[in-house]
């Protein structure tokens, strides 16, 4: 890993760092910042955090979806959903721009 690729990810773990902390009283949350999707969801001893780095599809498939963030558990899953629809109407479904990959699943 190059320099500047460490600076970038301290920075972002940072940022990350901060919003879980801002977070840390909800017990269910979903909200896209930027390109930082952070999802919380479960009950007290049982909870599920996770912080995906969007693609452009994903914060594409995020604006014409907005309802995605109202489910918190179903979150990831609705995404997938979005942008395999998205894909199936030939609406970029397939660009790679470096991020994670994202299984394609029914919610």
Known sequence: ???RQ???NAKEAEAVSSLLSVLSEAQFTCIQIGPIFPVKHGSEGNQVIAVRNLTQLEMRALSRC??????????LGALATAISAMADAGDGGDDD???DAMPRRAV
């Open 1 to 3: 890993m190059d320099v």
């Open 6 to 8: 460490a600076k970038v």
């Open 66 to 75: 907005p309802e995605i963030q109202t489910r918190p558990e179903k979150a």
């Open 97 to 99: 721009d470096g991020g």
